[in-house]
């Protein structure tokens, strides 16, 4: 059971707009700052948005993360078929003397 | 262009050591925060352990702690993790990570190795 609640699969069309979601804690997303994974089938995850809304250089902005008390989401706008792919949410954590914390995943299909 | 490359990994029986290497290139590796995050088969991403700049902290996960000792050789441009007492549910694929940052408190791993496979088996 992951520190990190997301939903396990969620699915849209090309050209629609999908959010999927990442639950927390006060000790977690509550006190840090989320950060979101994308990882294609078959290859290492790739840095989507950092510091709960941040784009690294060269993600598109289709892409955005937004973030509120001990919840967080990521927004996929104009869905396309090169989106599928696992999305993953994470935060360090203050308990147990610090760690790291992931969500347990998101599917993402493209219909 | 950032480069991470692991090594290290393979196929042990439940209880032996591994040390897994990371060679960093294309940043300054002494001023960034190191990780280590594993996925095994089918499963989604666990974080292993955290190392700031200058190796002064050091975080492990619950699941490893005691067991497994991440460490740097900053002269060398390299990571290490020590795995000890290995055990089947350790079998995974090891990812190490650059942070954005010097400390790594704020989990933004923003380059990854391409990751090497650690099975444990008897």
């Keep these: 059971q992951s520190v990190l609640t997301q939903p396990p699969s969620a699915s849209g069309t090309p050209g629609q707009r999908v959010t999927i979601s990442c639950s927390g804690g006060s000790s977690n997303i509550g006190s840090h700052t989320v950060n979101w994974y994308q990882q294609l089938p078959g290859t290492a995850p790739k840095l989507l948005i950092y510091s709960n809304n941040q784009r690294p250089s060269g993600v598109p902005d289709r892409f955005s993360g937004s973030k509120s ?23 360090w954590d203050d308990s147990l003397n610090g760690r790291g914390v992931f969500g347990g995943g998101t599917k993402l299909t493209v219909l | 262009q950032v480069q991470l490359v692991e090594s290290g990994g393979g196929a042990v029986q439940p209880g032996r050591s591994l040390r897994l290497s990371c060679v960093a290139s294309g940043f300054m590796f002494s001023s960034h925060g190191m ?62 990570a650059k942070d954005l940052g010097d400390g790594g408190y704020d989990l933004h791993l923003d380059y990854w190795g391409q990751g090497i496979p650690v099975t444990v088996s008897s």
């Design chain 1, 69 to 91: 008390g001990t919840s967080a989401s990521l927004a996929i706008s104009g869905l396309q078929s090169e989106d599928e792919a696992d999305y993953y949410c994470a935060a």
């Design chain 2, 35 to 96: 990780h280590w995050v594993r996925q095994a088969p089918g499963k989604g991403l666990e974080w292993v352990a955290t190392i700031s700049y200058k190796g002064t902290n050091k975080y492990h996960a619950d699941s490893v702690k005691g067991r497994f000792t991440i460490s740097r050789d900053s002269p060398k441009n390299t990571l290490f993790l020590q795995m000890n007492s290995l055990r089947p549910e350790d079998t995974a694929v090891y990812y190490c």
